[in-house]
T-cell receptor
């Protein structure tokens, strides 16, 4: 069964460093999302991406964040200068269309020290 | 703005007992509603969804949920709990007018006692 994959599973970085989180969505999906879950809190929407552009972003998704679909398969989230409060589990999700369910990857645990 | 409220951060049941996890939503448009399950150290897995049509929806692992518009609820049930059901459960609402992003509730951790 097709699945969303994410790499790395765990990333430790120092404050102020740049990180890139990678996702490979399911191949025929057209809508892509990033969410994050700070430990013990709810899952929060970060950004949605469709037709090679951002369709919506949350207040969390400030200028330090960017997304890219550099080729036909990868979908990346970049944090330019990490802060301690960026420590969280980051989930990538994809769907065939808006009304269909989103399939989630296993997540990348980002720890900023 | 849409929102989701899950009553009870922790629910404990005995194995074989009824599972009832509560979810209420707020939405200005007909919502799409979802339940996801998260096992320890894993991602989110879809249990079931409601978009249109039949208000009682059946999902995987014997779970079902009923969309009640008048009560703005989408409670999750399972007739008989199994030890393997122990996990965190998230209710989510999707706004078709807003990129279909998912707005999640705060989650309910289900504990199953032997």
């Amino acid at each position: 069964e097709p699945e969303v994959t994410q790499t790395p599973s765990h990333q430790v970085t120092q404050m102020g460093q740049e990180v890139i989180l990678r996702c490979v969505p399911i191949s025929n999906h057209l809508y892509f999302y990033w969410y994050r879950q700070i430990l013990g809190q709810k899952v929060e929407f970060l950004v949605s991406f469709y037709n090679n552009e951002i369709s919506e972003k949350s207040e969390i998704f400030d200028d330090q964040f960017s997304v890219e679909r550099p080729d036909g398969s990868n979908f990346t989230l970049k944090i330019r200068s990490t802060k301690l409060e960026d420590s969280a589990m980051y989930f990538c999700a994809s769907s065939t269309s808006g009304i269909h369910e989103q399939y989630f990857g296993p997540g990348t645990r980002l720890t900023v020290t | 703005a849409q929102s989701v409220t899950q009553l009870g951060s922790h629910v404990s049941v005995s194995e074989g007992a009824l599972v009832l996890l509560r979810c209420n939503y707020s939405s200005s448009v007909p919502p799409y509603l979802f339940w996801y399950v998260q096992y320890p150290n894993q991602g989110l897995q879809l249990l079931l969804k409601y978009t249109t049509g039949a208000t009682l929806v059946k999902g995987i692992n014997g779970f079902e949920a009923e969309f009640k518009k008048s009560e703005t609820s989408f409670h999750l049930t399972k007739p008989s709990a199994h030890m393997s059901d122990a996990a965190e459960y998230f209710c989510a609402v999707s706004d078709p007018d807003s990129s279909y992003k998912l707005i999640f509730g705060s989650g309910t951790r289900l504990l199953v006692r032997p």
